[in-house]
């Protein structure tokens, strides 16, 4: 069943795999979303009438700004607020690089802090629901991850700070902690090594269910692990 048009989302990350199931469930939900990624514009839905594409390097504040003026312009204001883009690899300590570092942390981190600062005026009060799309590797450490999992640590605190800061806004902010998921960062992988990954519409239907509850509740933290367990 459609929602009014006058739902609006911004996505991050929405052009592939858990992004773009989250961006692709809201459309069909009739919401309004602005995919914010690199490909934006090679998104399976870019064609949707209801999807605007920005070319946007998330590490790019000034873009990030001025596809926040774009979407004041265009939508007025911002009912959710889904900070989905990330990347992520291996890093053993014994080789890890400067380089490997300012990735990871700029794309997981600070793509996420200056995204939500230039979005949050215009959330709207009493409604708008920020969504952080973590991962397992921000409540635990795994051998090899560790510039992974330092981001998602400091992505998880990022947001349990905003969370507060927030509240007298009545916007909601939710955590989603997926464990290991089948999407294009797994590509290099063999069949066998991922049949007990999870797909990525799951997570993008149990995100989408946190963020239209009724405003009295949030869901803070949402931990979605493989049936398996840890992978």
Same mark, same amino acid.
């Given at each position: 069943?459609?929602?009014?048009?006058?739902?609006?989302?911004?996505?991050?990350?929405?052009?592939?795999?858990?992004?773009?199931?989250?961006?692709?469930?809201?459309?069909?939900?009739?919401?309004?979303?602005?995919?914010? /990624?690199?490909?934006?514009?090679?998104? /399976?839905?870019?064609?949707?009438?209801?999807?605007?594409?920005?070319?946007?390097?998330?590490?790019?504040?000034?873009?990030?700004?001025?596809?926040?003026?774009?979407?004041?312009?265009?939508?007025?204001?911002?009912?959710?607020?889904?900070?989905?883009?990330?990347?992520?690899?291996?890093?053993?300590?014994?080789?890890?690089?400067?380089?490997?570092?300012?990735?990871?942390?700029?794309?997981?981190?600070?793509?996420?802090?200056?995204?939500?600062?230039?979005?949050?005026?215009?959330?709207?009060?009493?409604? /708008?629901?920020?969504?952080?799309?973590?991962?397992?590797?921000?409540?635990?450490?795994?051998?090899?991850?560790?510039?992974?999992? /330092?981001?998602?640590?400091?992505?998880?605190?990022?947001?349990?700070?905003?969370?507060?800061?927030?509240?007298?806004?009545?916007?909601?902010?939710?955590?989603?902690?997926?464990?290991?998921?089948?999407?294009?960062?797994?590509?290099?992988?063999?069949?066998?090594?991922?049949?007990?990954?999870?797909?990525?519409?799951?997570?993008?239907?149990?995100?989408?269910?946190?963020?239209?509850?009724?405003?009295?509740?949030?869901?803070?933290?949402?931990?979605?692990?493989?049936?398996?367990?840890?992978?």
């Amino acid at each position: 069943m459609s929602e009014s048009t006058e739902r609006v989302a911004v996505v991050t990350g929405g052009s592939l795999g858990i992004g773009e199931a989250i961006s692709t469930l809201l459309l069909h939900l009739g919401w309004r979303v602005h995919v914010l /990624a690199r490909r934006a514009s090679s998104c /399976a839905h870019a064609a949707h009438d209801g999807c605007i594409v920005h070319d946007v390097d998330i590490r790019d504040i000034d873009a990030i700004k001025e596809s926040a003026d774009t979407v004041a312009s265009s939508s007025g204001h911002v009912d959710a607020l889904v900070l989905c883009a990330g990347v992520g690899y291996p890093t053993p300590l014994v080789s890890v690089s400067r380089a490997q570092y300012d990735e990871l942390c700029d794309t997981n981190v600070a793509g996420a802090v200056f995204s939500t600062q230039a979005f949050a005026p215009l959330l709207r009060d009493g409604e /708008a629901v920020i969504t952080f799309v973590s991962s397992i590797a921000g409540r635990r450490g795994f051998a090899d991850w560790s510039l992974y999992c /330092a981001s998602k640590h400091a992505l998880e605190g990022f947001a349990a700070s905003i969370r507060e800061e927030f509240r007298a806004r009545r916007i909601r902010v939710t955590c989603i902690q997926p464990g290991s998921v089948d999407t294009p960062s797994y590509d290099h992988l063999p069949p066998e090594e991922k049949k007990e990954f999870m797909d990525a519409r799951s997570i993008a239907e149990l995100t989408v269910a946190a963020i239209r509850l009724p405003r009295q509740a949030c869901v803070e933290t949402l931990f979605i692990n493989n049936a398996a367990g840890d992978l």
